[in-house]
């Protein structure tokens, strides 16, 4: 994964909002070098695809991982509209929750786009979120471009990550 950004997309209203959000569901866009039906179009599990090797390659991991769990995969696998990304204040949501590093990171990506665009946040996020193991934190921390003090929080913060 390089970079995450929230947002909306998979209907038709122009320039939603979270307060406004028309026929949109909630997602997550990835870039990149679940098995239960929602209860509302809003928090579906969906994929959506820019090309068709995209489509291919979407049907193919989830008809793989139906096979895997002898169940039916209940995320869809659309073609993508446009995206639509959230307002600033949901972007890297566990990152703004910690004072120290969102700071110390905001101070890096003066930008609000810079901010949400970036990979390093992103990570950082992912890992105060709960995501990812000890050992991958240990590993790209020096890449993060944190201060000292900025490392230190974070590895404090990710004691509970899985080896």
Known sequence: ?????????????????????????????????????????????????????QKRIAYQSRDREAARI??????????ATEFYAAEDYHQKYYLRQDFVLGTELQAIFRSEHDFMNSTAAARVNGYLGGYGTRSALEEEIDQLGLSEAGRKKLLERASSLRR
């Open 70 to 79: 002898k169940g039916k995969i209940q995320t869809e696998v659309l073609p």
């Open 1 to 53: 994964m390089i970079r995450t950004r929230v947002g909306y997309s998979g209907g038709a209203k122009r320039n939603p909002t979270y307060h406004d959000l028309g026929d949109h569901s909630e997602t997550i866009q990835i870039d990149f070098d679940p098995t239960r039906r929602s209860w509302s179009r809003q928090y579906r599990t969906a994929l959506f695809f820019h090309n068709e090797e």
